[in-house]
Nanobody, 120 residues
Framework: VQLQASGGGLVQAGGSLRLSCAAS????????MGWYRQAPGKQRELVAT???????NYADSVKGRFTISRDNAKNTVYLQMNSLKPEDTAVYYC???????????????WGQGTQVTVSS
């Protein structure tokens, strides 16, 4: 099982970006999917997560500006980021927790990261 993220880039403050992350492989089911970010010199932090039933959780710093969504049929999670600020600059990582078809083995995997840079 692997995750492929896309959609990062350079944007001016106040702008928008949409990140996508697709899971592929021998997937029986995915419970939680989410986005985390890591700025230079800082620890990785939660941005937003969503469950298979659509429940969501956001970091206080992004509430009202970011929206997480998922397409269960495509095993894909999205992050719509609006009103971006320079402090949102970071490498964004997607994460998925689920089970494979092979003995329903659990997995907890990370995507390769995508850079988001917000200029002031």
């Amino acid at each position: 099982v692997q995750l492929q993220a896309s959609g990062g880039g350079l944007v001016q403050a106040g702008g928008s970006l949409r990140l996508s992350c697709a899971a592929s492989g021998s997937i029986f089911g995915i419970n939680d999917m989410g986005w985390y970010r890591q700025a230079p010199g800082k620890q990785r932090e939660l941005v937003a997560t969503t469950t298979s039933r659509g429940s969501t959780n956001y970091a206080d710093s992004v509430k009202g500006r970011f929206t997480i969504s998922r397409d269960n049929a495509k095993n894909t999670v999205y992050l719509q980021m609006n009103s971006l600020k320079p402090e949102d600059t970071a490498v964004y990582y997607c994460n998925a927790v689920g089970q494979t078809f092979r003995y329903y083995s659990p997995f907890n995997i990370w995507g390769q990261g995508t850079q988001v840079t917000v200029s002031s």
